[in-house]
């Protein structure tokens, strides 16, 4: 069966990439070909910018002795390890609009994960219900979709009724956290199941594979710190446990990744596989990502999570819950204090890896009946 898949666009997140890698493995291991939605990253109007911008570069360079690409804007070069990755790895069906046409070249289009319902990530939102395909025949799956937030918040009324009703299109419908299967009832009429997000899909090993292939390295014995939203109440957690633990944290998210004042060499971002190799490596973890608890416990490493509020706490209890390890969630210092003698206890990963290998048999299941 041809398969397309539509998520979040594939920027620089690293998570939200192999979510992506993940889901489309597990479908063609399936046995289908698969492709990726993607919107081209440049309009028409590129090629009338390109040639100025180049100019533009030239005389930063040239007459102003900035160290700038010429060819190449500065994004473009931060984010060259990313794009490698999903140039050899995604399979992309690249068009400047999505249309209805994209019901006669595929057989199904799966919608998810990685908060792809969300109004704010997702604009306009109706795209992510699928609205472009308008009442063609052909088979509508969510599989692990995510709002983000326990809410529906962010969508207008008129969002609401319209996006309701391109869902009731859909064949089968999975989300990613339990909150989501009462959203979808409460605000949108519809029955759904919670599923595994698509980077638990794979094991440990499939993404060992991708780090032997490159034979990166990172930093061993230490505590990786992989924080999006850096705060100075969580440079204090990070610090107290490192101190208490012996160890020295390493720093995911490198600060010269924003630092327009050095050279683009020191600011490139790493690779998708350097970025899993620091999880391989690390001896223990803290972090407010939501993939960042994913990749902790596919590597079976001790981890604290600390609660992303901003960015929605469901994501973080559905996900712990589910392998019942909800200690491991801490929201404050004083929260971590509190309960420093749980969390100082190690996880026992193997009832984990049982319920995992069962959660990923009902996934199968799922895509499997949907698909029919």
């Excluded at 919670?194 to 061993?220: A, E, G, H």
Aim: charged share 25%; net charge neutral.
């Amino acid at each position: 069966m041809r398969i397309a898949i539509l998520t979040q666009p594939l920027d620089t997140n690293y998570g939200g990439i192999l979510q992506c890698y993940a889901l489309q493995t597990f479908l063609e291991r399936m046995g289908h070909e698969v492709q990726v939605l993607t919107k081209l990253r440049y309009g028409s109007s590129y090629y009338v910018i390109y040639p100025l911008a180049v100019c533009k570069r030239m005389v930063k360079r040239y007459m102003l002795g900035k160290d700038v690409a010429i060819l190449k804007a500065p994004h473009e070069i931060r984010r060259k390890n990313i794009d490698k990755f999903i140039q050899q790895y995604i399979h992309q069906y690249k068009r400047r609009i999505f249309t209805g046409k994209i019901a006669f070249e595929f057989d199904a289009v799966v919608v998810g994960s990685d908060q792809v319902w969300r109004p704010v990530y997702s604009q306009p939102i109706e795209e992510a219900f699928l609205s472009f395909l308008g009442d063609a025949s052909i088979k509508r799956i969510a599989y692990a979709a995510s709002f983000g937030l326990d809410n529906c918040s962010e969508y207008s009324r008129e969002q609401l009724e319209t996006c309701s009703c391109l869902l009731k299109k859909f064949n089968a419908v999975s989300v990613r956290e339990s909150s989501g299967v009462e959203l979808c009832r409460n605000y949108f009429g519809v029955n759904a199941v919670q599923m595994l997000d698509p980077t638990l899909l794979l094991s440990v090993d499939d993404y060992r594979m991708l780090i032997d292939k490159v034979n990166t390295k990172s930093p061993q014995d230490n505590m990786l710190v992989y924080i999006l939203d850096k705060t100075e109440e969580k440079i204090d957690l990070v610090n107290r446990i490192a101190s208490e633990k012996g160890l020295i944290p390493f720093w995911l998210d490198s600060p010269n990744e924003q630092n327009e004042n050095l050279s683009l060499d020191k600011q490139v971002k790493m690779s998708v596989e350097q970025w899993l190799c620091t999880f391989n490596n690390a001896s223990f973890v803290v972090t407010d990502s939501f993939h960042g608890c994913v990749f902790s416990i596919l590597f079976h490493k001790q981890f604290v999570a600390v609660g992303n509020v901003e960015r929605g706490l469901s994501r973080f209890s559905s996900l712990l819950n589910s392998f019942s390890i909800s200690e491991r969630l801490v929201t404050s210092v004083k929260d971590y204090e509190n309960r420093k003698n749980i969390l100082n206890g190690d996880i026992d990963f193997e009832p984990i890896e049982k319920t995992l290998d069962e959660l990923r048999g009902k996934s199968e299941f799922f895509i499997k009946k949907s698909i029919i």
